[in-house]
């Protein structure tokens, strides 16, 4: 290594996730993901998962002061430029990060925080001990950019099946964008996702690719996160997520029957 890639730096995301041992989703994507973007990810474990690249098997939460004292350590040392939130395990983790998001704040009023709302795994199984929406809701009023995908935004807003008006519920809570994620439409050919903001929606329709993949969630939020962490607007920042997270399902790559990985790897731009 010469002396001027040794002193390169990098934008970090501190990232409260899971860990998957099979690495297709939780905290092995994110870390991918946002070093995708040239980012880099400050990883803090809010529960240890059994699953393979198809089912989750059992999710056991991390302790809230280990969680405490994870992040204490990195935020005492190294600046953060964005927070990227995926399964936090119970009620007492999420009041744990909300502090934590908290005392940041107070430094940094802007710091992006972009909340996944992962409810549960793909095939319906509970990651959070108690009701996951309960678990969250200290999180939802600070993030900046939510992430649900349709079955997510349903049950956050349960009164209705109109995705505009589930994202004016979430931005009602106090969460500045929304992006409610397409891929459990019904369209066979396309994917859209809708970005909410204020009295402002856009959407962005991608070709829908064939098969079924473990992590696109985690992949496009922590993506977004990383191009927030480099500066970049909200709107070009959730441009170019989901084009990186469109490549990384066009790159995915099989480590056994079932679900594949996405090739989160491939997608380097530097």
Not at 95 to 118: F, G, H, N, S, Y
Not at 124 to 149: M, Q
Not at 181 to 202: A, E, I, L, P, Q
Request: overall charge negative; charged content about 20%; hydrophobic content about 40%.
């Amino acid at each position: 290594m010469n002396e001027s890639s040794s002193s390169q730096s990098r934008p970090c995301v501190l990232v409260f996730s899971g860990l998957d041992p099979s690495g297709g989703a939780g905290i092995g994507a994110d870390i991918e993901a946002i070093g995708a973007t040239g980012a880099h990810a400050l990883s803090v474990i809010t529960a240890l998962t059994v699953q393979d690249n198809d089912k989750v098997y059992a999710v056991n939460s991390v302790d809230a002061d280990i969680i405490a004292r994870q992040a204490d350590v990195l935020i005492q040392k190294i600046p953060v430029a964005a927070v990227k939130i995926g399964i936090v395990g119970n009620r007492a983790n999420a009041e744990t990060i909300a502090d934590v998001i908290r005392r940041l704040r107070q430094k940094q009023p802007d710091l992006p925080l972009v909340l996944d709302t992962v409810l549960g795994s793909g095939h319906g199984f509970a990651l959070s001990d108690g009701l996951p929406e309960y678990a969250l809701s200290p999180l939802i009023g600070l993030a900046t950019l939510i992430t649900p995908n349709l079955p997510e935004a349903k049950r956050l807003y349960p009164r209705s099946d109109d995705i505009e008006e589930q994202a004016k519920y979430l931005l009602s809570l106090g969460a500045r964008d929304v992006l409610v994620k397409g891929g459990h439409g019904n369209d066979v050919n396309s994917v859209v996702n809708c970005w909410f903001t204020g009295n402002r929606s856009k959407e962005w329709k991608w070709t829908r690719i064939g098969g079924e993949f473990h992590g696109t969630g985690c992949t496009l939020a922590s993506a977004i996160a990383g191009y927030l962490a480099c500066g970049m607007s909200m709107e070009v920042a959730l441009e170019k997520g989901q084009e990186l997270t469109q490549t990384a399902l066009a790159k995915a790559f099989s480590v056994a029957d079932g679900q594949k990985i996405p090739g989160r790897h491939i997608c380097r731009e530097f």
